[in-house]
């Protein structure tokens, strides 16, 4: 069964420093991975995706994840915090099973990201 | 762009009500989602449906809940007796045009459902 395990539930940093979620995976298969980000009282961004093309995977807003698969590991990383990243961050594998014609998506605990002026 | 819409934003019900909560997925997208997230829990998935029909359910898709497609455009998740438990966010989600399911999925704002 896959699952992720995000490493922190918060996080803080300074404006203007390198900001590094963790997030390790588990799974049978290849996994695709995701992150999403929820801004307060909003929905569920899609920030990036991996599904087993180039390893290191660039989003938006200057984000990026680099999949390790001998470190089973995805971790979110950003070269300079802006005020306006402080929000909830969400690591997501989905299923491969195809018995049910559609996918699940699994998600982790979360790791809010606290961005200090 | 194609976005995810979900009505209504909040809804307060008392419990043993009904509750209806609504969606309207991107418009050629065939794979439709609830997940619901508790309050500083993580979101879990509730149910996929394709094909006017379920896909696949969670052991928290109980028979209190039930999903629809009631005219080719909305997605509803119907509550019949909720439960003090039962408040949460709902978000839904869509994916995937004929084919593939594997699209990534997109997510509305969600409901907050609050049950009193």
């Known amino acids: 069964a896959q699952s992720v395990t995000q490493l922190d539930s918060h996080v803080s940093v300074s404006e203007g420093t390198p900001v590094l979620l963790r997030c390790n995976y588990s799974s049978s298969y290849s996994p695709s991975l995701f992150w999403y980000v929820q801004h307060p009282n909003k929905g569920l961004q899609l920030l990036l995706k991996y599904t087993s093309a180039a390893t290191l995977v660039k989003g938006i807003n200057g984000f990026e994840a680099e999949f390790k698969k001998s470190e089973t590991s995805f971790h979110l990383t950003k070269p300079s915090a802006h005020m306006s990243d402080a929000a909830e961050y969400f690591c997501v594998v989905r299923t491969n099973t195809l018995t049910s014609g559609t996918y699940k998506y699994i998600f982790g605990t979360g790791t809010r990201l606290k961005v200090l002026a | 762009e194609p976005e995810v819409t979900q009505t209504p934003s909040h809804q307060v019900t008392q419990m043993g009500q009904e509750v209806i909560l609504r969606c309207v997925p991107i418009s050629n997208h065939l794979y439709f989602y609830w997940y619901r997230q508790i309050l500083g829990q993580k979101v879990e998935f509730l149910v996929s449906f394709y094909n006017n029909e379920i896909s696949e359910k969670s052991e928290i898709f109980d028979d209190q809940f039930s999903v629809e497609r009631p005219d080719g455009s909305n997605f509803t998740l119907k509550i019949r007796s909720t439960k003090l438990e039962d408040s949460a966010m709902y978000f839904c989600?869509?994916?995937?045009?004929?084919?593939?399911?594997?699209?990534?999925?997109?997510f509305g704002p969600g409901t907050r459902l609050t049950v009193l």
């Open positions: 989600a869509s994916s995937g045009g004929r084919g593939r399911p594997d699209n990534e999925q997109f």
